[in-house]
């Protein structure tokens, strides 16, 4: 730790502790709570009850979940397959270039993440390409969102990258397509593996941008989560929220256990 002294750790862990759970823990744990609850009792939900649960994890809100699981997954596919080719692409580039790069791809974070949405919309609602109404247009949104995520870690490890692993093996006769695949992927694979991850549960939890595009049919997790909470349904809507950051916690750990064998690889 960087607090050397006893006093001084204790104090350190005191203020974490004053900072993180008013502020992360306390609503997290109120959220849970309420998933439980039938009413509302003063400061807190009461009212045990599973119910909540049993119309969470079956219906329109497993399908919806369902739908959450593949735009993500679809998205941090080509979200890293993207960012990665960008990445590699980029550091052969001079300063100027690798900058113009970098500035294309972090846009999309630059702006609110509904205009992002409003973009794809009138983008992709005319022909020749046409996916308004698709679940199509929505995979694409997160996408785009994600994408900067991927590339901006993936630029990260390619700058670390240690020059002398690609010269040796290009010294030894080796094609550059051998190099990349052989070589530089396998180096960039705990990387890799953590933007996944990042982009995974970024794309789990978008909301503002997914709300503008959505068909009936492609509804996602956090919007069935809004609906439920605007028609008044706090505790139906609180345990769709909990099965949501389920999801996400369960996934997030598996790709962090390939990552911590990729490192040591």
């Avoid at 974490?16 to 998933?35: D, E, H, K, Q």
């Avoid at 980029?90 to 690798?98: Q, V």
């Avoid at 700058?159 to 190099?179: C, N, T």
Wanted: net charge positive.
């Amino acid at each position: 730790m960087l607090v050397h002294s006893k006093t001084g750790r204790w104090a350190a862990w005191g203020l974490f502790g004053l900072l993180f759970l008013p502020l992360f823990a306390l609503p997290l744990l109120v959220v849970v709570a309420a998933s439980f609850a039938t009413r509302w009792s003063g400061a807190f939900p009461s009212g045990a009850t599973t119910a909540n649960y049993a119309s969470a994890v079956r219906g329109e809100s497993l399908q919806a979940l369902t739908t959450s699981l593949v735009t993500a997954v679809v998205a941090s596919l080509l979200a890293l397959t993207v960012g990665t080719w960008a990445a590699l692409a980029g550091a052969a580039l001079k300063k100027r270039g690798k900058r113009a790069v970098d500035a294309l791809f972090m846009l999309p974070v630059a702006v609110p993440s509904v205009v992002v949405g409003l973009a794809v919309l009138v983008a992709f609602s005319r022909p020749p390409v046409l996916l308004n109404g698709t679940s199509s247009i929505v995979i694409l949104a997160h996408t785009v969102l994600v994408t900067a995520f991927a590339h901006q870690s993936v630029s990260a490890a390619v700058v670390r990258l240690d020059p002398a692993y690609e010269q040796a093996a290009a010294s030894l006769g080796a094609r550059p397509s051998y190099v990349l695949w052989r070589v530089k992927l396998p180096l960039l694979l705990p990387s890799l593996t953590a933007a996944a991850g990042l982009c995974f549960a970024l794309s789990m939890g978008e909301l503002s941008a997914t709300m503008m595009l959505y068909p009936p049919d492609w509804m996602p997790l956090p919007v069935r989560i809004f609906t439920a909470t605007d028609r008044g349904s706090l505790y139906g809507g609180s345990a769709v929220a909990v099965v949501l950051m389920a999801a996400t916690l369960i996934v997030l750990p598996a790709v962090s256990r390939i990552r911590t064998r990729a490192s040591y690889r």
